[in-house]
């Protein structure tokens, strides 16, 4: 059953529109990330979720009821919610206290308190800090008091606001370790922001990806990831191979797809004459120094125009009647002798590409 819904809500500043018609469907007990670019409208989208703000336009229901417009079932509902801030403020106190906050403020007896506090300061990896002075904490330790406090007053739902941004690699690791750790023990609806898509892959078990105040995609992390719906999903997510073409031919469920008189095999259920967008992963290709017998359909003579490492990795730009980005690791880059200007064979299966229907 949904816990949360909205029916085609927006939301606009200053008379203009900066969310429009998302209709989102968010089930009990689900992590639900949404994913986007900065300014996109992750922020105010969650706002609208934990009812801070009232929507301009569209519905929101909460547990089977609308509570729009409705401020006595507004109330009910947001304290049955927490919203963690991308940038979390700490009181003048001990950690303990900090966490009690919430609690107190709802007047819960002293014992009913500790119990929580403690047990929200286990979960969160705090309990040895409870007596420290919350504003002598690091950055990722005030976030970890935040998600605390948060969590004390045994929300319903928790709102995580780019819970890592302002965060150093080994702060934000500790972070998705202890919200691992949380969605695992307490089976809470988490609907969490962020512009970090590996981190709503791990964590996340749906995902949704807004852009321009959009909602243009939700689904599994493995499904936005592989097989998105359109070509701006596509960038966004690092489907970095987006090659524009028709499909000339149809044989069952493989099609020929001409780009720039070169012919690509796909499994598509598109027709002959259809314009789309032919989508490759630059880690499902494979670079030979020679044509091979291999059984992928798609195997294309080129040059190197470019390598350049990244990490752990290489990128590798290659010229085959049209541009191919390819991922290989350093010792495979080491082995092929890669460089500028040498003639490579570049492979990829036809179930290795996607294709999206061209709209420009």
């Not at 700490?90 to 929580?116: H, P, T």
């Not at 007053?153 to 949380?182: C, G, M, Q, R, Y």
């Amino acid at each position: 059953m949904s816990l949360l819904e909205t029916v085609n809500i927006g939301q606009k500043y200053s008379g203009k529109y900066v969310l429009k018609d998302v209709s989102l469907n968010i089930k009990r007990g689900e992590v639900f990330a949404l994913i986007g670019p900065t300014g996109a409208g992750k922020t105010t989208l969650l706002r609208l979720l934990d009812l801070l703000e009232a929507p301009a336009s569209g519905r929101i229901y909460f547990d089977g009821r609308e509570v729009t417009a409705n401020k006595s079932l507004r109330l009910q509902a947001r304290r049955r919610m927490s919203f963690v801030l991308q940038k979390p403020t700490v009181f003048n106190m001990s950690v303990y206290d900090n966490v009690a906050c919430g609690l107190k403020w709802r007047r819960e007896k002293e014992a009913i308190v500790r119990q929580r506090v403690n047990q929200a300061l286990e979960l969160s990896g705090m309990a040895e800090y409870s007596s420290r002075d919350a504003r002598t904490l690091s950055g990722g330790e005030t976030q970890q008091v935040a998600i605390a406090r948060a969590l004390a007053v045994k929300p319903e739902v928790l709102f995580l606001d780019e819970p890592t941004a302002n965060l150093d690699p080994l702060s934000t690791s500790k972070i998705e370790e202890v919200l691992a750790h949380i969605i695992g023990e307490q089976k809470t609806t988490v609907v969490m922001a962020t512009h970090n898509m590996s981190q709503g892959q791990r964590l996340a078990g749906r995902i949704g990806v807004i852009m321009n105040g959009q909602v243009l995609q939700v689904g599994s992390p493995a499904g936005i990831f592989s097989t998105p719906e359109n070509k701006e999903v596509a960038q966004f997510v690092g489907v970095d191979n987006i090659l524009s073409g028709i499909i000339v031919n149809r044989d069952n469920e493989l099609v020929t797809i001409d780009v720039n008189g070169n012919l690509i095999q796909a499994i598509s259920e598109y027709g002959i004459g259809e314009e789309v967008h032919v989508l490759i992963r630059p880690e499902d290709i494979t670079l030979a120094p020679r044509k091979d017998a291999s059984s992928a359909r798609n195997n294309f003579e080129g040059r190197i125009a470019r390598v350049f490492p990244v990490g752990a990795l290489v990128r590798v730009e290659v010229a085959c009647g049209f541009p191919l980005l390819v991922v290989v690791t350093k010792r495979s880059a080491e082995d092929l002798s890669l460089a500028v200007d040498k003639k490579v064979y570049a492979t990829f299966k036809a179930t290795a590409v996607h294709i999206i229907k061209r709209w420009n």
